[in-house]
């Protein structure tokens, strides 16, 4: 069958991989020259199956109140004259009952630690290097409420398979030694040593090319315009290439893939996708001091952002990069990527204030993304009204971790297999599968 993938960011590039394995004859199109060059560009690289709590949960609502205008928030809502916006303020409201949040829960732990598993093997299958650390995350927090609330929730992810250890602020240093100059401060942790880190850029780039040398083309630089349909099923794409032509691209099956602009070429076919972009920010400087740097990848629950460290190795063994990435808030503000320096200045003072000398704050660079969240923080994987259209798209917070295994069901599931996973797929596959994927008004 011949498949177009629309949309070359992780989710799109891991489709194309899966699909390729089943035997399809794949097309990626992207109006990026690279893969990886929006969301999967520059994010907090935790593969955090333990990042399972969704921002919609019992306590979000009256935290959202109180951070609404202040400029450094964690999470900000910016209230703007947006129908999808209130829409998908009211849906996530809805999903913060303690029900819900347990519901979610469960679909992102069951998709995590298959994707994860799903990555390892991919990991011994091709040899893929991407910077990666498996050396667990370590969620710190700095507040006693904060720390007691997460043991509900670490507590149920256990009971799910992932080893979400509760340790006390000394177990914390001795995992994570660079944490001493905060010890003070600390209330305790959590530890999840199965969870990784890694480059996801460097990640989709790199199976983007092992993509193209199985057989994928991929159509970089082509926009597309539209998707339509005829008798009930998609009939073409439309796209405009590098040089402004016109192009229609035709296929048997089609995968949007396209992160928080899904839903944009949904609406006008009826679908209408509960995305709505959520702008994150990440800070890359280089290690200054190696001793002072952390090696584990860490998660700061006050500030609500995760620390990455990559380190690449040249063909010797030696070290030819080290980089600690910085990543997190959310400001859901349409999709506008302005980098705000207040947000991007407590970023960077919240990293010197936990690691004093680690990085090179000099040399920062600094970058923002759109999230392509869901209210429920779980992703739209499987079928649509539409037979031919398959969506792999709605990752969040979660893309890096959620790729692999999302990839590999997605591509199960439009060659007609059950996905190996039990989840709560669109379109009437798996057990609860979802119809979250209705008409619009
Ligand atoms: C600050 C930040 C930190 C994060 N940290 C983590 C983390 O630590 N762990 C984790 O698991 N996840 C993390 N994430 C989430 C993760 O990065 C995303 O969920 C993931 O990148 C989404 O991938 P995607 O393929 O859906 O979207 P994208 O990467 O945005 O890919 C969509 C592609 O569609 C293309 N496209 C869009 N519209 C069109 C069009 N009209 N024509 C042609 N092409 C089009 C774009 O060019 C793009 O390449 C983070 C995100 C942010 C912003």
Redesign the pocket.
């Known amino acids: 069958m011949k498949v177009i993938v629309?949309?070359?960011?992780?989710?799109?590039v891991t489709s194309a991989y899966f699909l390729r394995q089943l035997g399809h004859d794949v097309v990626v199109?992207?109006?990026?020259a690279t893969?990886?060059?929006?969301?999967?560009f520059a994010?907090?690289?935790?593969?955090?199956v333990s990042h399972a709590e969704p921002w919609a949960n019992p306590g979000a609502p009256l935290k959202l109140l109180k951070w609404l205008g202040q400029e450094d928030a964690p999470l900000l809502f910016r209230l703007r004259a947006d129908m999808r916006q209130w829409l998908w303020g009211l849906q996530f409201l809805r999903e913060c009952t303690p029900a819900r949040t347990r519901h979610n829960i469960e679909q992102i732990v069951r998709l995590g630690t298959y994707s994860r598993t799903t990555l390892q093997q991919l990991r011994r299958d091709i040899g893929i290097r991407y910077d990666e650390r498996t050396q667990g995350i370590l969620h710190f927090y700095t507040s006693e409420k904060e720390f007691d609330a997460a043991e509900a929730p670490a507590a149920q992810m256990r009971a799910l398979g992932c080893d979400r250890r509760v340790i006390s602020a000394d177990e914390a240093v001795q995992i994570e030694p660079a944490l001493r100059h905060v010890r003070p401060q600390l209330a305790g942790a959590t530890y999840t040593s199965e969870d990784e880190s890694g480059d996801?850029q460097a990640f989709a780039r790199a199976l983007a090319r092992q993509c193209e040398a199985d057989g994928v083309q991929f159509r970089m630089g082509?926009?597309?315009?539209a998707l339509r349909e005829a008798g009930g099923r998609i009939d073409h794409v439309e796209?405009t290439d590098a040089e402004g032509r016109y192009q229609r691209l035709k296929a048997d099956a089609y995968v949007l893939?396209?992160?928080?602009?899904s839903p944009l070429?949904a609406q006008p076919l009826g679908i209408r996708l509960p995305i709505y972009p959520a702008?994150?920010?990440?800070v890359t400087m280089p290690v200054k001091d190696a001793g002072m740097a952390h090696q584990v990848s860490l998660t700061d629950d006050e500030f609500k952002l995760?620390f990455?460290r990559y380190t690449s190795h040249g063909a010797d063994g030696t070290v030819v990069g080290d980089r600690l990435r910085i990543?997190?808030t959310a400001e859901l503000n349409g999709y506008n990527r302005d980098l705000n320096r207040v947000r991007c200045e407590a970023i960077v003072r919240r990293t010197e204030q936990l690691f004093p000398g680690a990085g090179d704050a000099s040399q920062a660079q600094f970058w923002s993304?759109?999230?392509?969240a869901t209210p429920s923080n779980v992703p739209l994987i499987g079928g649509s009204k539409l037979p031919n259209l398959f969506l792999n798209?709605g990752?969040?917070?979660?893309?890096?971790?959620?790729a692999c295994g999302s990839g590999k069901s997605l591509a199960r599931i439009v060659s007609g297999l059950a996905p190996e996973v039990d989840f709560a797929f669109t379109g009437g596959v798996g057990q609860g599968s979802r119809r979250l994927v209705t008409a619009a008004a």
């Not at 629309?6 to 799109?12: E, I, M």
């Not at 893969?35 to 999967?40: F, G, L, N, R, V």
């Not at 994010?43 to 955090?48: D, E, K, M, R, T």
Request: without cysteine.
């Open positions: 629309l949309g070359a960011g992780l989710l799109g199109v992207d109006r990026q893969p990886a060059a929006e969301t999967s994010n907090g690289g935790q593969v955090s996801a082509h926009h597309i315009t796209a893939a396209m992160g928080s602009f070429l702008k994150g920010y990440s995760v990455s990543a997190g993304g759109l999230r392509p798209t990752h969040g917070t979660l893309g890096w971790t959620h």
